[in-house]
């Protein structure tokens, strides 16, 4: 009887020991593109691993990841930075695309829309004010919009009037907070705003095509990236536009 209670003591103590050591595993690490809050900070919640979610410019993240920020899986708003990781050796998994979006132009809310666009028609409208855009050497909306700029023959022109940013969210901030007349973000950052409206819906063969870019950079990082690519829902309810 003794034998039996020390073993069954012992059992006991190892359940306990690896309930607690589950408990205070290191949380799943996710690196993720400002654009995302919202839609992902719901998946990651419902998700059956506790997890951590650090948010900012794809750029950045990048950056981060490669000078050693422990991340589980990066999740970047286009491939340039997913291929740089691959190039410069911080991970030997290709990215996967997993999402896209929509360029729109914003401005406070009760400004009326507009009925065309061009390059004369926007500067006209900036008047003194800026437009706030992501930072167009290493922020994806930034790359995004200062294509659609160059596709209108106003990028030199409106290049002095620009107020960039770290990320399309901060851009989405200074129009919001009328800092700014007129923005360009992505249509799931105008819809998460009440303080703003869309003006102009920039077309799609206007810029290069939006895709998000998920790296998997360790086994926790790809078993989220497998349940991620199946409950997109909460990003196309967000304004996102599922790959097909």
């Not at 800092?179 to 705003?193: F, N, R």
């Amino acid at each position: 009887m003794k034998t039996y209670n020390w073993i069954k003591g012992l059992a006991l103590m190892l359940a306990l020991a690896c309930l607690s050591a589950q408990a205070n595993a290191d949380p799943l690490r996710i690196f993720a593109a400002a654009s995302l809050q919202g839609p992902l900070d719901a998946i990651a919640e419902h998700y059956d691993v506790n997890s951590t979610v650090s948010y900012g410019g794809s750029g950045t993240l990048a950056r981060q990841v490669s000078l050693g920020a422990p991340a589980d899986i990066v999740i970047l708003a286009n491939k340039t930075w997913a291929d740089w990781l691959l190039d410069e050796g911080h991970t030997e998994t290709p990215a996967r695309p997993i999402l896209s979006n929509r360029l729109v132009l914003i401005a406070p809310n009760g400004t009326t829309a507009f009925d065309q666009m061009d390059g004369a028609t926007l500067r006209t409208a900036l008047g003194d004010g800026r437009l706030a855009m992501g930072q167009h050497q290493s922020v994806p909306g930034g790359i995004y919009a200062k294509a659609w700029l160059t596709h209108l023959g106003a990028w030199e022109n409106l290049r002095p009037h620009l107020a960039e940013t770290e990320n399309v969210r901060a851009a989405l901030a200074l129009v919001a907070r009328k800092e700014t007349p007129l923005g360009i973000v992505y249509a799931s950052d105008a819809q998460a705003s009440g303080q703003v409206g869309v003006v102009w819906t920039i077309p799609a063969e206007q810029h290069p095509q939006i895709l998000y870019h998920a790296v998997a950079l360790s086994p926790s990082g790809q078993a989220f990236l497998d349940h991620l690519t199946q409950h997109t829902a909460p990003f196309v309810a967000a304004g996102f536009v599922a790959l097909p």
